[in-house]
Every structure is written in structure tokens, then in C-alpha cells.
T-cell receptor, first 115, second 114 residues
Framework: AQTVTQSQPEMSVQEAETVTLSCTYD???????LFWYKQPPSRQMILVIR??????QNATENRFSVNFQKAAKSFSLKISDSQLGDAAMYFC????????????FGAGTRLTVKP | ETGVTQTPRHLVMGMTNKKSLKCEQH?????MYWYKQSAKKPLELMFV???????ENNSVPSRFSPECPNSSHLFLHLHTLQPEDSALYLC?????????????FGPGTRLTVL
């Protein structure tokens, strides 16, 4: 079964600085999708960015970008110019391109942004 | 707020009670999900309904019973729960295919079992 590991339970960044959140996953499949979700305190979880495994180009969404290393099974999230509103739990998730609807999540990284 | 709502937002129940969690999506999706979120643990997928049929239950204890009467509504019926079932229960919805479709989450129900 696929597993997703986020090795950083907590991270901290100074406002306007850059931070990178780590995620690794384990799979034997060749085609899949990777996601980063953000869960602000007491608010709903929302999608930040997604990556299709067959695309070599790293996905970017404004200040958010990923470093997708397929061979290393690594999918890190970089947040540039950090803002106070970026403070949240960040979850990395994996979903197979085949078969079931199962989305596997990591345990999350709590990001604190210091003013 | 996204187009997925959950009620109640908070629930405290005893181990002998019976209660139900409700989820409603207004996004026209055809798949709905129940997740359990416990502190410092990955989200655990409990149930998936696609086109109103249950496709996975991931070995969830029978004290949790899902119901999906139509594509917009999803329930989680609870009975004789244990204190370790205390958690945030999240509902989500999506278009079933393709797989890169994101899931939209509700705000969750914070459940405390005494």
C-alpha cells in the first residue's frame, strides 16, 4: 500500500522569507497524482497545488511551487515570500491514477509564520 | 466556506448514545468521502461513495455506519463509540474521475466521546 511521510511535524518561517516542507511517498505505481493541502486553524482544508507524476515540469501556483523528484519519490512544497495567512497545517497527499478513490495523506506539518 | 457543509460542528456523546453526522455538498460532485483526523496522525479514509454506491470502507469498525441517500448527502451514523473515536471527522466530495480532481472538504465535526 502507498504511504506518505512528512518528516517535519512543525516548521517556522519569518514573514517574507522562504520555507520548504518535505514529503516523501512510497509506491510501486508509475502514474499517480500528488497534492498539497492547507488546513488553516479552525478552517476548511483547501488545495494548494497538485502535480501529475507523468509531467516532469514542477507545478507552480503564485508563491507556491513544488520540487517533484520522481525517482527519489519526493514532493516538497516551497512557499516564497511567506505571509501571516500561510500559517496552517499542510498535508501532502497521494492518489493513484488507476482503480480506487483512495487518497493517502501524510501526518501533516504545522507551519508557523513569525512577523 | 466551500460548497461542502457539515453538521453539527461539535458533538459530545456518551458511549451508549446514538448520533449521526451529516454532510451536504452543493458542487454537483458524484463522489463523497468520510475521513477521521486525529492529532499527529495522517488522515484516515473511512468510507468512499461513488455514484451513491459504497466502494471502500477500509476496515472501519461497525460502530460507524455510513449512509448515502443521494449524490448530495452523506451521513455517518454512530453508536456505542469508544473514547478513542474522539477526533475531527471530515467529509469531502469530488468528481470521481479523472484522479487528479481535487477533493473539497467540509469544516468537520469535532467529536468527543466521554
Amino acid at each position: 500500500a502507498q504511504t506518505v511521510t512528512q518528516s517535519q511535524p512543525e516548521m517556522s518561517v519569518q514573514e517574507a522569507e522562504t520555507v520548504t516542507l518535505s514529503c516523501t511517498y512510497d509506491t510501486s505505481e508509475s502514474d499517480y497524482y500528488l497534492f498539497w493541502y492547507k488546513q488553516p486553524p479552525s478552517r476548511q482544508m483547501i488545495l494548494v497545488i497538485r502535480q501529475e507524476a507523468y509531467k516532469q515540469q514542477n507545478a507552480t501556483e503564485n508563491r507556491f511551487s513544488v520540487n517533484f523528484q520522481k525517482a527519489a519519490k519526493s514532493f516538497s512544497l516551497k512557499i516564497s515570500d511567506s505571509q501571516l495567512g500561510d500559517a496552517a497545517m499542510y498535508f501532502c497527499a497521494y492518489r493513484s491514477a488507476f482503480g480506487n478513490n483512495d487518497m493517502r495523506f501524510g501526518a501533516g506539518t504545522r507551519l508557523t509564520v513569525k512577523p | 466556506e466551500t460548497g461542502v457543509t457539515q453538521t453539527p460542528r461539535h458533538l459530545v456523546m456518551g458511549m451508549t448514545n446514538k448520533k449521526s453526522l451529516k454532510c451536504e455538498q452543493h458542487l454537483g460532485h458524484n463522489a463523497m468521502y468520510w475521513y477521521k483526523q486525529s492529532a499527529k496522525k495522517p488522515l484516515e479514509l473511512m468510507f468512499v461513495y461513488s455514484l451513491e454506491e459504497r466502494v471502500e470502507n477500509n476496515s472501519v469498525p461497525s460502530r460507524f455506519s455510513p449512509e448515502c441517500p443521494n449524490s448530495s448527502h452523506l451521513f455517518l451514523h454512530l453508536h456505542t463509540l469508544q473514547p478513542e473515536d474522539s477526533a475531527l471527522y471530515l467529509c469531502a466530495s469530488s468528481q470521481d474521475r479523472p484522479s487528479y480532481n481535487e477533493q473539497f472538504f467540509g469544516p468537520g465535526t469535532r467529536l468527543t466521546v466521554l
